[in-house]
Protein backbone atom coordinates (compact mmCIF):
# COMPACT_ATOMS: atom_id res chain seq x y z
CA UNK A 1 0.00 0.00 0.00
CA UNK A 2 1.40 3.17 -1.41
CA UNK A 3 1.84 5.68 1.16
CA UNK A 4 0.03 8.94 1.63
CA UNK A 5 2.48 12.37 0.83
CA UNK A 6 2.85 14.38 4.10
CA UNK A 7 1.87 17.62 3.23
CA UNK A 8 4.70 20.46 3.38
CA UNK A 9 5.01 22.57 6.62
CA UNK A 10 6.73 25.07 5.00
CA UNK A 11 5.31 28.44 4.99
CA UNK A 12 4.70 30.13 2.20
CA UNK A 13 5.55 34.07 1.62
CA UNK A 14 2.79 36.52 1.56
CA UNK A 15 2.37 37.86 -1.88
CA UNK A 16 3.69 41.27 -2.29
CA UNK A 17 2.38 43.79 -4.88
CA UNK A 18 4.84 45.37 -6.45
CA UNK A 19 2.55 46.80 -9.33
CA UNK A 20 2.14 50.27 -8.46
CA UNK A 21 5.89 50.49 -8.91
CA UNK A 22 5.69 50.32 -12.08
CA UNK A 23 4.14 53.41 -13.31
CA UNK A 24 6.63 55.42 -14.96
CA UNK A 25 6.44 59.52 -15.83
CA UNK A 26 7.21 60.87 -19.02
CA UNK A 27 8.14 64.58 -17.54
CA UNK A 28 11.34 64.93 -14.51
CA UNK A 29 9.77 65.71 -11.08
CA UNK A 30 10.50 69.55 -11.41
CA UNK A 31 7.72 71.77 -9.90
CA UNK A 32 5.19 69.06 -9.27
CA UNK A 33 4.57 66.31 -6.69
CA UNK A 34 6.49 62.89 -6.11
CA UNK A 35 4.23 60.05 -7.06
CA UNK A 36 3.68 56.93 -4.90
CA UNK A 37 5.35 54.83 -7.73
CA UNK A 38 8.18 56.91 -7.96
CA UNK A 39 8.98 56.66 -4.02
CA UNK A 40 8.27 53.08 -4.11
CA UNK A 41 11.20 52.71 -6.77
CA UNK A 42 13.78 54.99 -5.45
CA UNK A 43 12.81 52.80 -2.05
CA UNK A 44 12.87 49.27 -3.73
CA UNK A 45 12.99 47.44 -0.34
CA UNK A 46 9.92 48.98 1.30
CA UNK A 47 6.34 48.09 0.93
CA UNK A 48 2.98 50.39 0.26
CA UNK A 49 1.63 50.44 3.07
CA UNK A 50 4.20 52.31 4.84
CA UNK A 51 6.07 54.93 1.84
CA UNK A 52 1.88 55.79 1.50
CA UNK A 53 2.13 57.19 4.76
CA UNK A 54 5.69 59.25 4.32
CA UNK A 55 3.92 60.32 0.45
CA UNK A 56 2.17 63.48 1.52
CA UNK A 57 4.91 64.30 4.47
CA UNK A 58 7.59 63.82 1.77
CA UNK A 59 5.86 66.27 -0.59
CA UNK A 60 4.98 68.98 1.62
CA UNK A 61 8.72 69.10 2.94
CA UNK A 62 9.95 69.34 -0.54
CA UNK A 63 7.55 72.33 -0.90
CA UNK A 64 8.38 73.93 1.82
CA UNK A 65 12.38 73.99 1.59
CA UNK A 66 12.82 74.73 -1.77
CA UNK A 67 13.56 70.94 -2.94
CA UNK A 68 11.38 71.79 -6.09
CA UNK A 69 13.91 70.64 -8.60
CA UNK A 70 14.22 66.92 -9.79
CA UNK A 71 17.64 66.61 -8.93
CA UNK A 72 17.56 68.12 -5.13
CA UNK A 73 14.35 65.88 -4.52
CA UNK A 74 17.06 62.51 -5.54
CA UNK A 75 19.73 63.97 -3.62
CA UNK A 76 16.86 64.53 -0.20
CA UNK A 77 15.82 60.95 -1.04
CA UNK A 78 19.38 59.41 -1.23
CA UNK A 79 20.27 60.89 2.03
CA UNK A 80 17.43 60.05 4.18
CA UNK A 81 16.86 56.77 2.46
CA UNK A 82 20.08 55.75 3.99
CA UNK A 83 19.84 57.43 7.16
CA UNK A 84 16.60 55.29 7.68
CA UNK A 85 17.10 52.21 6.25
CA UNK A 86 14.87 53.40 3.42
CA UNK A 87 11.93 54.70 5.62
CA UNK A 88 12.20 51.99 8.38
CA UNK A 89 14.19 53.22 11.21
CA UNK A 90 13.10 56.52 12.89
CA UNK A 91 15.35 56.84 15.46
CA UNK A 92 19.20 55.76 16.35
CA UNK A 93 20.15 51.84 16.89
CA UNK A 94 21.90 52.21 19.99
CA UNK A 95 24.75 49.25 20.31
CA UNK A 96 24.14 46.89 23.04
CA UNK A 97 24.17 47.73 26.44
CA UNK A 98 23.90 51.31 25.61
CA UNK A 99 21.06 53.64 26.78
CA UNK A 100 20.12 56.89 25.49
CA UNK A 101 21.30 58.47 28.62
CA UNK A 102 24.84 57.63 27.54
CA UNK A 103 24.89 59.23 24.20
CA UNK A 104 24.43 62.83 22.75
CA UNK A 105 23.69 64.18 26.35
CA UNK A 106 20.57 61.98 26.57
CA UNK A 107 19.22 63.20 22.96
CA UNK A 108 19.87 60.43 20.87
CA UNK A 109 19.41 60.53 17.01
CA UNK A 110 15.78 60.85 15.64
CA UNK A 111 14.13 61.68 12.61
CA UNK A 112 14.63 61.00 8.52
CA UNK A 113 18.04 63.14 8.83
CA UNK A 114 19.00 62.44 12.78
CA UNK A 115 19.08 65.21 14.91
CA UNK A 116 20.86 64.57 18.17
CA UNK A 117 21.56 66.36 21.80
CA UNK A 118 19.10 68.80 23.69
CA UNK A 119 20.63 72.03 21.29
CA UNK A 120 20.01 70.59 18.13
CA UNK A 121 15.53 68.85 19.45
CA UNK A 122 15.47 72.75 20.81
CA UNK A 123 16.55 74.50 17.52
CA UNK A 124 14.12 72.55 15.78
CA UNK A 125 11.32 72.69 18.16
CA UNK A 126 11.55 76.57 18.05
CA UNK A 127 11.77 76.45 14.93
CA UNK A 128 7.87 74.74 14.47
CA UNK A 129 6.55 75.96 17.68
CA UNK A 130 6.90 72.64 19.51
CA UNK A 131 8.20 71.18 22.96
CA UNK A 132 10.93 68.13 22.05
CA UNK A 133 12.87 68.36 24.92
CA UNK A 134 12.34 65.32 28.01
CA UNK A 135 9.58 62.93 27.27
CA UNK A 136 8.51 65.07 24.54
CA UNK A 137 11.79 64.24 22.63
CA UNK A 138 10.23 60.74 20.99
CA UNK A 139 7.55 62.78 19.38
CA UNK A 140 10.20 63.26 16.56
CA UNK A 141 9.92 59.86 15.52
CA UNK A 142 5.93 60.79 14.49
CA UNK A 143 6.62 60.67 10.73
CA UNK A 144 5.34 64.09 10.08
CA UNK A 145 8.25 65.32 12.65
CA UNK A 146 10.58 63.28 11.60
CA UNK A 147 9.97 63.88 7.91
CA UNK A 148 9.78 67.97 8.74
CA UNK A 149 13.00 67.89 11.02
CA UNK A 150 15.30 66.25 7.98
CA UNK A 151 13.60 69.12 5.65
CA UNK A 152 14.36 71.60 8.30
CA UNK A 153 18.24 69.91 8.78
CA UNK A 154 18.18 70.22 4.90
CA UNK A 155 17.80 74.06 4.41
CA UNK A 156 18.01 75.63 7.38
CA UNK A 157 20.31 73.85 9.73
CA UNK A 158 22.70 73.29 7.30
CA UNK A 159 24.28 76.65 6.32
CA UNK A 160 24.39 77.00 3.09
CA UNK A 161 21.33 74.99 2.25
CA UNK A 162 21.87 71.43 0.90
CA UNK A 163 20.24 72.40 -1.94
CA UNK A 164 23.02 74.42 -3.52
CA UNK A 165 24.85 71.29 -3.63
CA UNK A 166 22.54 69.31 -5.03
CA UNK A 167 22.60 71.68 -7.81
CA UNK A 168 26.07 71.17 -8.38
CA UNK A 169 25.68 67.18 -7.97
CA UNK A 170 27.82 67.34 -5.06
CA UNK A 171 26.98 63.99 -3.63
CA UNK A 172 30.18 64.01 -1.59
CA UNK A 173 29.82 67.11 0.40
CA UNK A 174 26.58 66.67 1.00
CA UNK A 175 27.30 62.82 2.35
CA UNK A 176 29.99 64.24 4.75
CA UNK A 177 28.05 67.39 5.56
CA UNK A 178 24.92 65.07 6.75
CA UNK A 179 27.45 62.08 8.36
CA UNK A 180 30.37 63.73 9.01
CA UNK A 181 32.30 60.97 7.51
CA UNK A 182 31.17 58.56 4.63
CA UNK A 183 29.35 55.91 6.32
CA UNK A 184 26.97 54.30 4.17
CA UNK A 185 28.28 56.06 0.76
CA UNK A 186 28.27 53.20 -1.65
CA UNK A 187 24.12 53.01 -0.38
CA UNK A 188 23.88 56.63 -0.74
CA UNK A 189 24.67 56.41 -4.64
CA UNK A 190 22.76 53.73 -5.16
CA UNK A 191 19.80 55.01 -3.89
CA UNK A 192 20.77 58.25 -5.89
CA UNK A 193 20.78 56.23 -8.80
CA UNK A 194 17.83 54.54 -8.58
CA UNK A 195 16.00 57.81 -7.36
CA UNK A 196 17.10 59.88 -10.41
CA UNK A 197 16.69 57.28 -12.30
CA UNK A 198 12.89 57.13 -11.20
CA UNK A 199 12.25 60.87 -11.11
CA UNK A 200 13.21 61.50 -14.84
CA UNK A 201 16.64 63.26 -13.91
CA UNK A 202 18.05 62.73 -17.52
CA UNK A 203 14.83 64.26 -18.84
CA UNK A 204 15.28 67.69 -16.91
CA UNK A 205 14.74 70.78 -19.26
CA UNK A 206 16.55 73.02 -16.72
CA UNK A 207 19.71 71.57 -17.35
CA UNK A 208 21.85 71.41 -20.32
CA UNK A 209 23.65 68.71 -18.68
CA UNK A 210 22.73 65.38 -17.66
CA UNK A 211 24.28 64.74 -14.04
CA UNK A 212 26.30 61.47 -13.81
CA UNK A 213 24.75 59.62 -10.47
CA UNK A 214 26.88 56.67 -10.43
CA UNK A 215 30.62 57.85 -10.41
CA UNK A 216 31.66 61.15 -7.95
CA UNK A 217 34.80 62.25 -6.90
CA UNK A 218 36.94 64.52 -3.89
CA UNK A 219 38.35 66.69 -6.57
CA UNK A 220 35.26 67.64 -8.00
CA UNK A 221 33.09 68.52 -4.73
CA UNK A 222 33.35 71.45 -2.16
CA UNK A 223 34.36 68.95 -0.05
CA UNK A 224 38.11 68.77 -1.35
CA UNK A 225 38.92 72.14 0.64
CA UNK A 226 38.07 70.94 3.47
CA UNK A 227 40.72 69.28 5.42
CA UNK A 228 38.71 66.92 7.59
CA UNK A 229 36.72 65.52 4.69
CA UNK A 230 39.81 64.93 2.83
CA UNK A 231 40.82 62.74 5.66
CA UNK A 232 37.84 60.68 5.95
CA UNK A 233 38.07 60.20 2.20
CA UNK A 234 41.13 58.29 2.32
CA UNK A 235 40.49 56.95 5.64
CA UNK A 236 37.02 55.30 4.39
CA UNK A 237 38.59 54.03 1.11
CA UNK A 238 41.75 52.52 3.22
CA UNK A 239 41.86 48.33 3.00
CA UNK A 240 43.74 48.60 6.33
CA UNK A 241 41.07 50.89 7.93
CA UNK A 242 38.31 49.16 9.84
CA UNK A 243 35.87 51.98 8.46
CA UNK A 244 32.90 50.63 6.32
CA UNK A 245 30.72 51.57 3.99
CA UNK A 246 32.64 52.29 1.01
CA UNK A 247 34.58 50.09 -1.59
CA UNK A 248 37.92 50.15 -0.47
CA UNK A 249 40.29 51.53 -3.31
CA UNK A 250 44.09 52.48 -2.55
CA UNK A 251 43.99 54.97 -5.11
CA UNK A 252 41.34 57.06 -3.60
CA UNK A 253 42.75 56.46 -0.51
CA UNK A 254 46.17 58.36 -1.97
CA UNK A 255 43.88 61.20 -3.15
CA UNK A 256 42.36 61.52 0.16
CA UNK A 257 45.41 61.49 2.02
CA UNK A 258 47.34 63.24 -0.35
CA UNK A 259 44.80 66.39 -0.45
CA UNK A 260 44.63 66.02 3.37
CA UNK A 261 48.33 66.92 3.74
CA UNK A 262 48.39 69.68 1.32
CA UNK A 263 45.47 71.29 3.81
CA UNK A 264 46.68 70.00 6.98
CA UNK A 265 47.95 73.22 8.43
CA UNK A 266 43.84 74.20 8.57
CA UNK A 267 42.82 71.15 10.76
CA UNK A 268 42.33 72.52 14.45
CA UNK A 269 41.35 69.46 16.27
CA UNK A 270 41.66 65.76 16.05
CA UNK A 271 38.85 63.64 14.41
CA UNK A 272 37.59 60.33 13.68
CA UNK A 273 39.29 58.62 16.86
CA UNK A 274 42.56 60.51 16.62
CA UNK A 275 42.94 62.87 19.20
CA UNK A 276 44.80 65.72 17.62
CA UNK A 277 45.20 66.98 14.06
CA UNK A 278 49.38 65.70 14.47
CA UNK A 279 48.00 61.97 14.85
CA UNK A 280 46.19 62.87 11.64
CA UNK A 281 48.98 64.11 10.37
CA UNK A 282 51.16 61.55 11.74
CA UNK A 283 48.42 58.58 10.09
CA UNK A 284 48.10 59.92 6.64
CA UNK A 285 51.74 60.43 6.18
CA UNK A 286 52.49 56.74 6.81
CA UNK A 287 49.63 55.73 4.82
CA UNK A 288 50.97 57.66 1.82
CA UNK A 289 53.92 56.17 2.17
CA UNK A 290 53.03 52.98 2.94
CA UNK A 291 50.41 53.25 -0.48
CA UNK A 292 52.83 54.66 -2.89
CA UNK A 293 55.64 51.70 -2.02
CA UNK A 294 52.57 48.76 -2.67
CA UNK A 295 52.42 50.67 -6.50
CA UNK A 296 56.14 50.70 -6.97
Known amino acids: MRKAKKKSLKATKPHVDNSFREAVSLTCACNREVTLAELGRTFNAQKKERLEKFLPHVNSTFSKNQNKTCIRKAHFLAQVGH ?45 VGQDFTGSNRVNLENIEWATDSAGWYWSVKTSPSLNGYADKNDLVYITQA ?62 ASDKH ?52
Open 83 to 127: ETGQLRLLAEQLPKGKDEKDVYDGYKGRGLIQITYKDGYEAYGSY
Open 178 to 239: INGAFNGYDDRVNILRRAASALVVDQCPARTDCPNVSTFSLGGSAANSIPAAAFAWGLWHDR
Open 245 to 296: GVTKDDDEALIGYRRFLALKAEQKRGRFGFKKPASMIAHAESRVDSLSDDKE
